[in-house]
């Protein structure tokens, strides 16, 4: 019977409702969103600096699950406006070594915070 562990660490933004930072259930992990937020300030910036503080978030998140980035085979990416695509492309093929991990992409009308400008959530699978 599979178990299912709940990740937390200090080294991402706290959750800010009724749910854990990731899950691990035998040798999958599941995050949670993650904003493009600094943990230490709640800052956020433009799109790339968004997208590297979301990854960030997520590798810290991973990271005390055992895990990296270089185990995630699958992301979702939920942008504020389309037009950011690119440049949040850019940012993002920099966090990860090839093969990239499939991805999806989806705009959204809003995000949680009108300061948000992107969410990112990711499965990694571990040996």
Not at 60 to 77: F, M, N
Not at 85 to 103: I, T, V
């Amino acid at each position: 019977m599979s178990s299912r562990q709940a990740i937390r660490t200090d080294g991402a933004p706290t959750p800010t409702g009724p749910f854990n930072q990731a899950i691990r259930i035998d040798n999958l992990i599941f995050t949670a969103g993650q904003a493009g937020r600094n943990r230490d300030t709640g800052q956020m910036g433009d799109i790339r600096e968004q997208t590297n503080w979301a990854l960030r978030n997520i590798s810290a998140i991973l990271q005390a699950a055992g895990a990296s980035l270089d185990d995630v085979v699958k992301t979702t990416v939920y942008l504020k406006e389309g037009a950011d695509s690119n440049a949040m492309s850019e940012a993002y093929a920099s966090h990860f070594q090839d093969p990239l991990p499939a991805r999806s992409s989806v705009v959204v009308t809003r995000l949680k915070n009108p300061e948000m400008l992107i969410e990112i959530e990711a499965i990694a699978v571990v040996d």
